[in-house]
């Protein structure tokens, strides 16, 4: 079965643009989880989806918002881009909600890099 | 609040050498899980062990084993037999179940294996 997948793996935008990012779970996870992780440090969590719903979200502002679609895959957006947005931006798929399947996978990324 | 604290941002060791990769955590919530990742250049976070707050044995998989000390709310990860391909950035993390999937993040030790 195919891991996480993302994309774009690479993207640069200017500031005040827009940019979204994609991300398609392992076959058969229904949560979808999205972090950032700046240059030096762990991710930080941004939003957590399950069944098309937001179940948990990070301390980031209004300009990120994120949907998930029937088939579990996920979209993330910022608004209104800053210098500081630059960062990995990493998602995650677990199979379920609560205590079944504890297991986190992530992908290989998205590389955003705000000029 | 959780917090996970990795003390070593760096360390050298010697191919084939056993490595142990120090974790602390605290939380006041019973039920939690730890994990670890690997993390090469590459950005992917490569997921590695995971150990339950019930489960009663230490996590093994592989070359990687989970030193699960409960009372010191400890998770080291011993690697067995290092290999120049291990080197990489290493993260703990733990997150509280029957909440959202957010994981909270150390910030990471730098293993470097010599030839």
């Known amino acids: 079965d195919a891991g996480v997948t993302q994309s774009p793996t690479h993207l640069i935008k200017t500031r005040g643009q827009h940019v979204t990012l994609r991300c398609s779970p392992i076959?058969?996870?229904?949560?979808v989880s999205w972090y950032q992780q700046v240059l030096g440090q762990g991710p930080q969590f941004i939003f957590q989806?399950?069944?098309?719903?937001?179940?948990g979200r990070g301390n980031f502002p209004d300009r990120f918002s994120a949907r998930q679609f029937p088939n579990y895959s996920s979209e993330l957006n910022v608004n209104a881009l800053l210098l500081g947005d630059s960062a990995l931006y990493l998602c995650?798929?677990?199979?379920?909600?609560?205590?079944?399947?504890?297991?986190?996978?992530f992908g290989e990324g998205s590389w955003l890099t705000v000029v | 609040a959780q917090k996970i604290t990795q003390t070593q941002p760096g360390m050298f060791v010697q191919e084939k050498e056993a490595v142990t990769l120090d974790c602390t955590y605290d939380?006041?919530?019973?039920?939690?899980?730890l994990f670890w990742y690997k993390q090469p250049s590459s950005g992917e976070m490569i997921f590695l062990i995971y150990?339950?707050?019930?489960?009663?044995q230490n996590a093994t998989e592989g070359r990687y084993s989970l030193n699960f000390q409960k009372a010191r709310k400890s998770a080291n990860l011993v690697i067995s037999a290092s290999q120049l391909g291990d080197s990489a950035m290493y993260f703990c993390?733990?997150?509280?179940?029957?909440?959202?999937?957010?994981?909270?993040f150390g910030k990471g030790t730098r293993l470097h294996i010599l030839p």
């Open positions: 989806y399950y069944e098309k719903e937001e179940r």
């Open positions: 150990q339950g707050s019930y489960d009663q």
């Open positions: 076959s058969g996870h229904k949560s």
């Open positions: 993390a733990m997150r509280v179940m029957n909440r959202d999937d957010k994981i909270i």
């Open positions: 995650a798929s677990r199979r379920g909600q609560g205590a079944s399947g504890n297991t986190i996978y």
């Open positions: 939380t006041s919530d019973p039920s939690y899980g």
